[in-house]
């Protein structure tokens, strides 16, 4: 039985070795390191650090009802669900859609058409949970449709837009980088990875409530107590995102410089250069629909 055991987490190891999720950074060995929008150098490899896309915020959704509850798609309790992270230039400008058609895996592009003219076509092909799977990550997908929650579509739209959307667009996602050795789809999971390791700093809801800030339908919060609240644990101010003008809070932003890749490298929580969507008095932290959520761990 033990060399059964022995056996199994050698052919683990094997597997791990020749098909990895991350990319190689060995020839970043011995280049400078520095903060991205910070450069004092030049950066000569766009695979070692993050040279388009600079500013990179993590992005968190508060919804209260997925759309999907019979087919058991649900949100996390006592938690904010993965947006993803959205790369900007260092001056919050926009850096880009859909950069790459050729790992166009979205199948309902948004915007289907860029402002230079190109036409982003539906991606009709295996989803990107398959991809997950190919790659034996049964733990990653489990953790993605428990806080990568999407509403009124399945989970894997969101995922696929997301990657689609904002990793095409980012160097160090770059299929140049993962070579030798590239297995398709590599970079698809690791930009996951990636985005849930990035999601894993910010424990919003614990946050919040910690200050007494809870989802609640007879009480409204101000700005300035989200914020605060916000600020006391991460030293920077978020950019909160509402709808009906200003009174209905829906996402949450934090904004960063990195240190190395976004794969590995050092995320510098800063305060957010775009103006919030709030109000600054009477917005609407609403209580989900119990049924459109479920009890998780982890």
């Known amino acids: 039985m033990l060399?059964?055991?022995?056996?199994?987490?050698?052919?683990?190891?094997v597997h791990a070795k020749f098909y990895p999720t991350y990319p190689n950074i060995e020839t970043c060995v011995g280049l400078p390191v520095q903060y991205s929008?910070?450069?004092?150098?030049?950066?000569t490899d766009s695979c070692c650090n993050v040279v388009r896309g600079g500013l990179?915020?993590?992005?968190?959704?508060?919804?209260?009802?997925?759309?999907?509850?019979?087919?058991?798609?649900l949100f996390p309790k006592n938690s904010w669900s993965i947006h993803g992270i959205v790369p900007l230039n260092c001056d919050g400008t926009s850096i880009g859609q859909y950069c790459d058609p050729g790992r166009q895996y979205d199948p309902k592009p948004l915007p289907s058409t860029l402002p230079n003219g190109t036409v982003i076509n539906p991606y009709k092909g295996p989803s990107v949970r398959t991809f997950i799977q190919e790659f034996g990550r049964s733990?990653?997908?489990?953790?993605?449709?428990?806080?990568?929650?999407?509403?009124?579509?399945p989970n894997e739209d969101l995922w696929a837009h997301e990657y689609s959307i904002h990793a095409t667009c980012?160097?160090?996602?770059?299929?140049?980088?993962?070579?030798?050795?590239?297995?398709?789809?590599?970079?698809?999971?690791?930009?996951?990875e990636t985005a849930v390791k990035v999601y894993q700093m910010y424990p919003t809801y614990d946050i919040l409530a910690a200050s007494g800030i809870v989802p609640s339908n007879k009480t409204t919060y101000t700005r300035a107590q989200i914020t605060n609240a916000i600020y006391s644990q991460t030293g920077a101010d978020p950019w909160l995102g509402c709808l009906d003008n200003g009174t209905?809070?829906?996402?949450?932003?934090?904004?960063?410089?990195?240190?190395?890749?976004?794969q590995f490298?050092?995320?510098?929580?800063?305060?957010s250069i775009i103006s919030s969507t709030c109000a600054e008095t009477g917005i609407w932290y609403y209580e989900r629909t119990p049924t459109s959520e479920k009890a998780v761990s982890g």
């Not at 490298?265 to 305060?271: A, C, E, Q």
């Open 248 to 262: 209905v809070w829906k996402e949450i932003r934090y904004f960063h410089h990195v240190l190395g890749t976004e």
């Open 170 to 192: 980012t160097s160090a996602f770059d299929v140049a980088c993962y070579y030798p050795g590239y297995k398709k789809h590599q970079e698809v999971v690791n930009f996951f």
């Open 3 to 13: 060399s059964l055991v022995i056996l199994g987490v050698l052919v683990s190891v």
């Open 56 to 73: 990179v915020l993590q992005a968190q959704y508060w919804n209260t009802y997925t759309g999907l509850e019979l087919q058991a798609q």
């Open 139 to 153: 733990d990653l997908l489990d953790y993605m449709d428990t806080f990568w929650i999407n509403q009124g579509a």
């Open 37 to 43: 929008c910070e450069n004092t150098t030049i950066v």
């Open 265 to 271: 490298g050092h995320f510098k929580p800063l305060d």
